[in-house]
């Protein structure tokens, strides 16, 4: 930790002066250590000198990285004699020296926790975590002693601890006193196990957090088996369309002596064995027709007919699209819903596949709503710049959406709806082209959310409005989306004609 007194950007000259040789002087002997972080408190409101050399070093290879202190309330926010004029804002400090150094991945921010009298409310607790907070300061004084005299902290304060676990902080104990501290480090370490509480499904999950993945191109690219055994890992989903199919059987009249079933883009069959599923709880005979154009995938589908379904499956190796099938059917069911809904062109592919369907039949689903929201993560917008893959240029990379498991975010504003979908669709013209501007099922994880990345990070001042213009285009080869900041600041349209990013129908 370089020295507090340090002031770069002092009035005075001869403390500037100083102040600078003493920091290149500590610099230099943390570079002769090979320390891995250097840590710096944030004193004032005013950084821009010390902002211009740490950007510098990071500019020349700078091999550390910077983690700058500040506290999570500052104390002006709470004192009895600051007007609201004089009110700093912690955060402030910390943004507006990030962008001094324009948002350099290796700069981290640690927070010193307030006194439990000043914890901050949820929204501003939000906002940090939406920042690369990389530990917390926890003071001795906030400790209690428990009934066995051994040190614990208040509930308030766990619970704020609580709310960065998930972002892998470390934890430094403050002390104004030498003496052991490993009985606070002991009680740390046992509050971690005690108040982590894993993600459901774990295992989907792991590994994925803030991490770009390219939304699938499941028309014109044949699935892998990875990729199918995930998604049905997700016992969830699956259960939750049983329900949906033995639902929609039970509607359909008994004159109906052998209802059809018929699933497109059945994959490995986990839909297949929904409907027969519900076929057995109501003890009801049922048609199904398995349609499915992946080569690979039908090889398995085969396999399931011959040894688990005993020849109750017609498979059909072809693309729903083009594929006329000999009967209509009374249940459509598909999964071809992407991360943003329409973005594995589940719209064009049930459209084109209604005609299977009775005019008094049922689509599973029926419905679909996408959502869009403004986010923060700084995490995410140096993943995007940092890794440009070779053949790909930098305007590429900020034009192309992202599936991602996020982790170290805050939403800015709760969701608003954006494009809706219904099937079957029985319009005489169909437009899936859209410019609308207008319930997540409990752990169900096979859809982490899409992100539509802007090309520099803007700030937002509280109560402002945010206003986004989000088109879905399509010709006859691709589906692509177009979006614009349009408040409270205009922005250029972004991924115009698909240029950068576009969904292929053949």
């Known amino acids: ?226 990729i199918y055994e995930v998604f049905e890992k997700d016992q969830i989903k699956y259960t939750t369309y049983q329900n949906a199919i033995q639902k929609a059987l039970e509607d359909v009249p008994k004159e109906v002596a052998v209802p059809v079933i018929m699933v497109v883009g059945a994959g490995r069959g986990p839909l297949v064995q929904a409907a027969l599923n519900v076929s057995y709880i109501l003890h009801r005979k049922i048609k199904v027709y398995a349609v499915e154009k992946n080569p690979y995938a039908i090889n398995t589908l085969i396999d399931r007919v011959q040894n688990e379904w005993n020849g109750q499956v017609t498979l059909i190796n072809e693309d729903m699209r083009v594929y006329e099938p000999p009967e209509k059917a009374d249940i459509l069911v598909s999964e071809l819903l992407g991360s943003f809904g329409d973005n594995e062109l589940s719209p064009e592919c049930l459209d084109g596949a209604q005609r299977f369907l009775k005019r008094s039949g049922v689509s599973i689903p029926c419905s679909y709503t996408s959502y869009l929201a403004p986010l923060q993560s700084i995490k995410i917008f140096n993943e995007i710049r940092n890794n440009r893959p070779a053949d790909k240029t930098l305007r590429t990379c900020y034009e192309t959406p992202y599936v991602i498991h996020l982790v170290n975010y805050y939403q800015i504003a709760p969701a608003q709806t954006l494009f809706k979908f219904e099937h079957p669709n029985w319009s005489d013209v169909i437009n899936n082209e859209s410019i609308h501007p207008e319930t997540y099922t409990h752990e169900m994880v096979s859809w982490f959310p899409i992100v539509f990345p802007l090309q520099e990070p803007m700030k937002v001042q509280a109560g402002s409005i945010i206003e986004i213009s989000f088109w879905r285009v399509e010709n006859p080869d691709k589906v692509w989306y177009e979006w614009c900041l349009e408040a409270p600041m205009k922005g250029c349209i972004m991924n115009p004609n698909g240029r950068s990013y576009f969904i292929k129908k053949h």
Not at 48 to 77: A, C, D, Y
Request: glycine share 4%; charged share 25%; proline share 5%.
């Open 1 to 226: 930790e370089l020295t507090h007194t340090i002031n770069l950007d002092s009035e005075i000259e001869h403390v500037r002066s100083k102040s600078k040789a003493l920091f290149l002087q500590e610099l230099g002997f943390a570079i002769h250590l090979g320390v891995p972080v250097v840590k710096i408190s944030l004193t004032k409101k005013v950084n821009t000198q010390l902002g211009r050399l740490i950007n510098e070093k990071f500019v020349s290879g700078f091999g550390s990285s910077f983690w700058i202190t500040v506290p999570m309330v500052h104390p002006s926010q709470y004192s009895p004699i600051c007007t609201d004029d004089e009110k700093e804002d912690s955060w402030e400090w910390w943004n507006d020296f990030r962008t001094y150094c324009n948002y350099d991945k290796h700069l981290g921010l640690v927070l010193e926790l307030p006194d439990i009298k000043h914890i901050p409310l949820k929204n501003e607790i939000d906002r940090w975590i939406g920042e690369p907070v990389k530990a917390l300061i926890i003071p001795t004084s906030y400790f209690l002693l428990n009934n066995h005299g051994k040190p614990v902290l208040p509930r308030a304060h766990q619970e704020l601890i609580q709310r960065f676990l998930a972002i892998d902080v470390q934890y430094i104990i403050k002390s104004d006193s030498e003496g052991d501290l490993s009985v606070y480090t002991k009680y740390l370490h046992f509050l971690g196990k005690k108040l982590y509480v894993s993600e459901v499904n774990l295992e989907f999950v792991q590994g994925c957090e803030d991490f770009l993945q390219n939304p699938l191109q499941p028309l014109t690219e044949h699935l892998e088996t990875n």
